[in-house]
T-cell receptor, first 109, second 116 residues
């Protein structure tokens, strides 16, 4: 079993839709959690951190459930520019990062 | 300021040849990472450098893979006797000293390696 698992998608949604991705992790000692975004043929970039209390950044909301060992990303009012692959990242130590395979999102007009 | 740079951007080689990939991290970043990303796959951790500490080589898939870093600057990833399964994008990332907290990793554009 992979340490970090994501539904690869693709998720195809119309503009304005709300879409949610989940990511599960297997190592209960995991300490920090993040979502990275990767555009086609580009490098990954940090989208947002995920805190136990949940956090929101504009149209994006990230949540962590330590008991069930999953994190989620919710995108509201999706835009065409949100089309990308969303990578779930879990760390045990600050330098020990494990990336999920990513969930591909396509937002259509 | 300048971001992480990698060279070459594309490399096509024949099976059995050696290749060397280069990464220039952001100035002042003491941590440097190499990842491999096969087509349609996630990032696979290869190796991590932090200052003068011994590198974490736990992700290197075989002894054909090696990496070096000169101080806190340039790093090279070498793949000897390349195989077709080595074809992938090799991504380098750097971050500030990891210490006790997480430091965001900044990625380079990657080197796309194709082994014929």
């Amino acid at each position: 079993r992979k340490e970090v698992e994501q539904d690869p998608g693709p998720f195809n949604v119309p503009e304005g839709a709300t879409v949610a991705f989940n990511c599960t992790y297997s190592n209960s000692a995991s300490q920090s959690f993040f979502w990275y975004r990767q555009d086609c043929r580009k490098e990954p970039k940090l989208l947002m951190s995920v805190y136990s209390s949940g956090n929101e950044d504009g149209r994006f909301t990230a949540q962590l459930n330590r008991a069930s060992q999953y994190i989620s990303l919710l995108i509201r009012d999706s835009k065409l520019s949100d089309s990308a692959t969303y990578l779930c990242v879990v760390t045990r130590l600050s330098n020990d990062m494990r990336f999920g395979a990513g969930t591909r999102l396509t937002v259509k007009p | 300021g300048a971001g992480v740079s990698q060279s070459p951007s594309n490399k096509v080689t024949e099976k059995g040849k050696d290749v060397e990939l280069r990464c220039d991290p952001i100035s002042g970043h003491t941590a440097l990472y190499w990842y491999r990303q096969r087509l349609g796959q996630g990032l696979e951790f290869l190796i991590y450098f932090q200052g003068n500490s011994a590198p974490d080589k736990s992700g290197l898939p075989s002894d054909r893979f090696s990496a070096e870093r000169t101080g806190e600057s340039v790093s090279t990833l070498t793949i000897q006797r390349t195989q077709q399964e080595d074809s992938a994008v090799y991504l380098c990332a750097s971050s500030k000293h990891a210490g006790q907290g997480y430091n965001e990793q900044f990625f380079g554009p990657g080197t796309r390696l194709t082994v014929l």
